[in-house]
Every structure is written in C-alpha cells, then in structure tokens.
C-alpha cells in the first residue's frame, strides 16, 4: 500500500469523487476541497419547498463504466439504477402524435410507417455503421491517455480508414444521408445535443453515440434520482476516511517553479500534497487560478464553447399522469432553431426543450398528489447573450408552449419555481461564459488537442472532468477519472 503518498483533490464533481476513491482504495491518502456546500458539480440536487429536483444530468448511458469502476475500487456499486425503454419521448409542434423511442428498431420504426415505410431497413443501417464508429475508437481514442500530439495521430492512423469521411461532415449531414423524413432526422439526431453543440455543428464521428442508445447500453435512471450517485460516492469516500472540506474555494497556487507547493483558498488557507487533482473546469482553471499564457480571457473567448442551458426547476400542486418521464419537445423550426441556438437570443420563443418528470416513480421527491417538474432548454451562452434579464418571460412562453402540448395549463398548479440561466451555471459552477458543459468537442478540441489532464508546466498537477480528456458527460467522467489515476499513480510510483 502507497500510504505515505498524499493527494489532494480540488472539486468534487462526480470526476473529483471517482478519482478520490480511486485513489483511496490504493492506499494513496486523499483530502479533498469543494467550492459549494455540497459535492456533486452538476450533477446536483435542489430542495425547496418540499420538492426534490435533479439539477443537471436526469439519465446515463455506459452503465458498464460505472461497473468496472465499483470492481477497480473493490466495492459495490453504492447506488440502482434502472433501464429506461423507452429512452425518452418526443412530441412535435405540427404533430400531435408523441413518438417513443424503443429501443426494439421494429417497434420504434412502426411509429414511422406513414413518414418513412422503410425506417427499419435505413436505421439497422445507420446503426451500424454507429455501431462500427464506436467499436473501431472507443478503445482506442477515447479511453486513452496521450503524452503528445504525434502520439495521438499515430493512435488515429490506427483507426479503420473507412471511418475518414465522416471527420469532414456534421453530425445531421450524416443523418440525413440515412433518412428522408424530418421527423426521423430530428429524432435521430438529438443526442447531438447532449454534448453541448447542436447536430449541425457536432461532427459526424458522435453519430457512434447512437449505437449507444439504441443497442450498446441503452440509458439509465438512478432510482431515488441522479443525486443518489453522488451521495453513495460521498458515503463509500467516508468509509475510506476521505475527507471532504466544504465551501473552500482556490483562487491561488504556490510553487518552486517546477512543482505546486500548496493551493491557496479564498481565506488564505494553503493547502499541500504531494500531488493535486483538479476538478474544476480543465481550461478555467489554467485560466483563472494558474494565469497560463494559453488561457487567457481573450484566448479563451476565441475557444468553441459548448451552448448555454436555461433550466428550471417547477413544482405543481397536481399530478401529470399523461406526461412521460424524459420528454423532448420541438418546435416547427427545428433546423432553423438549432442553427441559431448559440448565438441568436431571438430565436428562444420557439425552442427544443426537454421536460423530465422526476416524480413519476420517485414518489418522495414531491409532495402527495404534486409533481417535480425540470425544464432543460438550450441557449446562447453568455458569449451571445449576456443580458438575461428577460428569462421569466422565456420561461413563461416554454412553460405555455408546454401547457398547450399536453391539454392542461399548468401556469395556476405552480407552487415552486427556480431558474438557472446561464450567469447562474458560470457562477455556481466556474463555467466558462456559463456555457453548460465546457469546451466543445470541434476537431482542434479533442483527444491530444483537448486541454492534458496533466499540466504543461507542473508535472505534479492533474486534471479530471469535462473540458479535459476525454470530454463532457457522465460517462465521459468516469473514463476521465481512469485516465486521471493511471496519471498520478505513474507519477507518483516514480
């Protein structure tokens, strides 16, 4: 056991809580600091007025990622989840059937016979070729650490070549090659959204994430809701008597030119370890704290940043028994909409936003015969849209397109309401410009050309998490801890 090695974990996002046990079940002695009140990052819990509501991420998919976790760190999986099938569902403006996505292709292309006969024959298709994609890179280019950027193209010049052409198309040029009807191109292209940027400016190399909904894995509800990942980490941690200290933020650094001597909190506490791990943003902290020259204000500015989230978190003195549990709504003006979402506030009236219904079988979420609603809908980041002093009127317009929909105004049922806007997620959460998951996955913004997870200039400084490798999402961040602790553990085993 490496008992006499000390690690200090700045963050506890769900990359900062999976590294420390990581690391804790090693023998390595971990302490870790948390900006906020509570661990977590984004994916956080709000209570308020006897309501329970998930703040960020409502579902997951790789559930493997977190098995193989549990057996790395010799523990059981501290938290059930549930499959969801279907996935999610999805309602049209300009059509009221809702369609739901089976993961059974039979099933799911019945849905489209009158719009696209042969939609089984052309998904099976689509899905595998998505399927080849993530077979063919994972592995190799997602799951591994690269010590320099020739190292990471020859990883690449061993992907199967037949993969080149999707690097020069986006991820809805991909999609409309495989389908005809707007409806399947919409449907099929919305997990694009899930990593920050929309289908028509996220490349078509992510279309793999489709063979990971629809036959991979499939996604995931956390019963009791997504918190209970985070409080069955925080528990496992205390039984490795990991410390957590909370509301201590780091706003400084000490070295010897070669290493970090200690980090510095608001207070003016130093905090010292052998090695630091950290879990903020990958990019704002080389930004904000470290001052690197690459990572300037101005050069940050002129970095792709994924969207901005509006989220809001309702409460209603009723029950919705005809709303499902994950539910996507778009407009008429889908392509229009989802061209313009990042820079054009104009377009917000008539938005894509997803509902998901935390209550439906998680009755302790919300009080008896009321119903825990969280709205998710994409924007400007602060980049494009600085002024959000007009968010309870977007609110109010999404929550009357919503009551429309679903043939019940809810405006009146209303007994719990928090907005998020983008300045809330930078604030909260030291996100760049508030966009909602770090840096974009754009082709200069990923694997080798990401920001390391080892820092440029203090070799006893690590990242983990979003905006470094190998990029945004839960899964993402359990790999991310992975490749944090083989990081360290080579360091210090030196």
Not at 63 to 77: G, P, Q, R, T, V
Not at 122 to 150: E, I, P, Q, W
Request: net charge negative.
């Amino acid at each position: 056991m490496n008992n006499d090695k000390s690690v200090l974990v700045v963050g506890a996002g769900l990359g900062g809580l999976a590294t420390a046990l990581r690391l804790a079940s090693k023998g390595y002695k971990v302490e870790m600091l948390e900006k906020n009140a509570q661990a977590g990052g984004r994916l956080n819990q709000l209570k308020k007025d006897g309501f329970t509501f998930d703040i960020g991420p409502s579902f997951f998919s790789m559930s493997y990622e977190f098995e193989e976790f549990a057996k790395d760190c010799n523990i059981k999986l501290p938290f059930k989840y549930i499959e969801l099938d279907p996935l999610y569902s999805v309602n049209f403006s300009d059509n009221p059937k809702t369609c739901h996505l089976y993961k059974d292709i039979s099933r799911l292309a019945e849905q489209f016979k009158d719009v696209e006969p042969d939609f089984e024959v052309k998904m099976r298709k689509y899905l595998d070729k998505s399927g080849a994609l993530f077979n063919d890179t994972v592995d190799l280019v997602v799951k591994n650490n690269f010590d320099s950027l020739f190292d990471y193209i020859l990883t690449l010049m061993r992907v199967n070549p037949v993969h080149i052409p999707v690097l020069f198309k986006s991820f809805f040029k991909q999609v409309e090659e495989h389908f005809d009807s707007k409806e399947a191109q919409q449907i099929v292209s919305l997990v694009a959204f899930f990593l920050g940027r929309t289908p028509f400016d996220t490349m078509a190399i992510y279309t793999l994430l489709s063979y990971t909904e629809f036959q991979h894995d499939g996604y995931y509800n956390v019963e009791g809701g997504m918190y209970k990942i985070v409080e069955g980490f925080v528990d496992e941690l205390a039984k490795a008597n990991v410390k957590i200290h909370y509301n201590t933020e780091i706003v400084d650094y000490t070295s010897n030119g070669k290493k970090i001597e200690s980090v510095v909190d608001s207070n003016g506490k130093k905090w010292s370890a052998d090695t630091i791990l950290i879990n903020a943003d990958a990019a704002v902290f080389r930004s904000t704290v470290m001052k690197h020259k690459n990572y300037t204000v101005e050069k940050m500015d002129k970095k792709s940043w994924t969207m901005g989230y509006l989220t809001f978190y309702i409460g209603l003195k009723c029950k919705l028994p005809q709303v499902n549990h994950h539910n996507y709504y778009l407009g008429s003006n889908f392509k229009e909409y989802a061209d313009n979402v990042l820079r054009d506030a104009d377009t917000l009236q008539k938005p894509y936003y997803y509902v998901n219904v935390l209550s439906k079988y998680n009755s302790d979420c919300a009080p008896e015969g009321c119903e825990s609603l969280f709205f998710v809908c994409p924007v400007p980041n602060l980049l494009n849209k600085a002024d959000w002093s007009d968010k309870d009127e977007i609110v109010d317009s999404i929550i009357a397109d919503f009551s429309n929909r679903i043939g019940k105004d809810i405006a009146s049922e209303i007994v719990s309401r928090t907005i998020y806007t983008p300045i809330e997620w930078q604030e909260q959460f030291n996100l760049h410009r508030g966009s909602g998951l770090g840096l974009s996955h754009t082709f200069t913004q990923i694997g080798a050309m990401r920001p390391a997870n080892v820092d440029e200039k203090f070799k006893n400084l690590f990242y983990v998490g979003a905006s470094t490798i190998p990029g945004a999402g839960l899964p993402m961040a359990m790999i991310s801890s992975k490749l944090a602790f083989e990081r360290i553990e080579k360091y210090l085993e030196k």
